[in-house]
């Protein structure tokens, strides 16, 4: 429309949380400006506008900047017309949000440790606390709806879109399985479901280029989870 | 208070993320049941009302579980929205950046259960400290009465409620948290949050919380102790 301030996204291909705030700028039907960062060399542009964390996603609309890719996914909710991202009902709401923390706080700590820890007592740990978290998350979806969200995708599935992509990625290059049909049947008919959605393909990167890319940090992701201690099981 | 209300707050008293929730509901003027946790030994309502963390907070309202205590703020704001002031502002970037700094105040506040867990978490707390003056004078508009602007939000309550922690921290590590001289706008604001009727009533008591800490540390120990022998 014209007069409304301009958006621009500063994002960085391949990477899961500028997805989320992607495909939430999509779905409101809000047109925005991506810039694509080369995380080695990041501009004066991201620095400026996330000088805490220094990191991508960033959400510039006018003179508003928003960090933080959960956090960006509300503002988008809340800023922009168009259909919502977040139930009405404030119950509901706390429990999409207790959704997606749980998924960033539990599923992914726990996934990563998983994936790239070397075989070892903490390894499996974490392969055991990945499991059960995503267990947790699975019973969430019901026969009845397509989406965390229900008919539509909202804040649970945006904040799991990860799990739709980039963790398929992310297990051929290590070669660790962790979500299969068998153990997690509802989980990847709604990876299928998001994935295959009009609105998602358009904001999705490419399976093939996530692999080439991801291939090459093989080893230093195997570092990092290396120097890291064994995830704290509760 | 709505009529037919019924609020009940599953907590235990040293834990800061329970605070929190003391804070937000007194803020709001509204009254609520207090259920006491024994950690060690949780109950029945708690494991029922939270089986995926079995953690407190849980606020219970209508028979109706919420669990996370900045959940539980944001559920509190919308459920009673009509009631006493709100804790997030109006305007959709200032409720970012609100949640934004809640957020980041939770990833750096020091919690560890070994030692060097506990120096490294110091180490993170006294960065953040900074970044957090910071914050405070632009939310503030440089007057540094509150994280909310004119008056207590989301970001004081969530900082305030660390407080006897973070002081008990303090008096147990002898690390100066919040030195007037680095971070003038955050030691006043402490002093300043620290005589509200509403933090009076919530914050564990400093000296409690110091006896709760070593009692703690010991048993780890004797805990550490024990799995090394033999």
Redesign the interface.
């Known amino acids: 429309m014209m007069g409304d301030p301009a958006v621009k996204l500063v994002g960085a291909f391949g990477s899961a949380f500028s997805h989320r705030v992607e495909v939430a700028l999509r779905l409101k039907g809000v047109a925005c400006e991506l810039v694509l960062e080369d995380l080695r060399n990041k501009s004066e542009l991201l620095l400026a506008h996330n000088p805490v964390h220094k990191k991508v996603p960033v959400l510039l609309h006018g003179k508003a900047a928003t960090c933080e890719s959960l956090v960006i996914v509300e503002y988008v909710d809340e800023a922009f017309a168009g259909p919502p991202l977040l139930p009405a009902d404030p119950h509901a709401r706390a429990a999409a949000r207790f959704w997606a923390h749980f998924i960033d706080e539990k599923c992914m700590k726990s996934l990563w440790a998983a994936l790239w820890m070397e075989a070892s007592e903490a390894q499996r740990t974490s392969m055991a606390e990945a499991k059960r978290s995503l267990a947790l998350l699975e019973q969430q979806l019901s026969e009845k709806s397509r989406f965390f969200g229900g008919d539509s995708i909202g804040l649970v599935d945006i904040a799991a879109s990860g799990l739709a992509l980039w963790l398929g990625v992310m297990e051929e290059i290590s070669g660790v399985t962790v979500v299969t049909d068998e153990e997690f049947p509802a989980l990847r008919r709604w990876a299928r479901r998001y994935v295959g959605n009009e609105d998602v393909k358009r904001c999705l990167p490419e399976r093939d280029r996530l692999v080439a890319m991801f291939s090459e940090c093989k080893e230093m992701f195997r570092a990092m989870a290396m120097g890291s201690d064994a995830e704290t099981v509760n | 208070m709505a009529g037919g209300d019924d609020l009940k707050l599953l907590g235990a008293w040293a834990s800061p993320f329970v605070t929190r929730v003391k804070i937000a509901l007194a803020l709001k003027g509204l009254s609520f049941e207090y259920v006491e946790e024994d950690l060690r030994n949780k109950s029945e309502l708690l494991l029922a009302s939270n089986p995926?963390q079995k953690k407190v907070p849980v606020l219970i309202?209508n028979g109706?579980p919420?669990?996370?205590s900045h959940?539980?703020l944001?559920?509190i704001d919308?459920?009673f929205s009509g009631t006493g002031p709100s804790l997030l502002p109006t305007e959709?970037?200032d409720?970012?950046?609100a949640?934004?700094w809640a957020?980041?105040i939770d990833d750096k506040s020091m919690r560890g259960k070994t030692e060097e867990e506990k120096t490294e978490g110091i180490k993170k707390t006294l960065g953040a400290v900074e970044?957090l003056e910071g914050a405070l004078r632009d939310c503030s508009k440089g007057e540094g009465l509150f994280f909310g602007g004119d008056s207590m939000g989301l970001i004081d309550v969530s900082l305030g409620s660390l407080l006897s922690w973070l002081k008990a921290t303090e008096v147990m590590s002898g690390a100066k948290i919040f030195d007037p001289i680095k971070t003038p706008l955050l030691a006043a604001w402490i002093e300043r949050f620290s005589e509200f009727d509403v933090a009076k009533a919530a914050l564990p008591d400093v000296d409690r919380l110091v006896e709760f800490s070593k009692k703690m540390k010991q048993a780890a120990a004797a805990a550490a102790a024990a799995a090394s022998e033999n």
């Open positions: 995926v309202h109706k919420i669990c996370e959940i539980i944001q559920y919308e459920a959709p970037h409720r970012a950046v949640r934004f957020t980041y970044t």
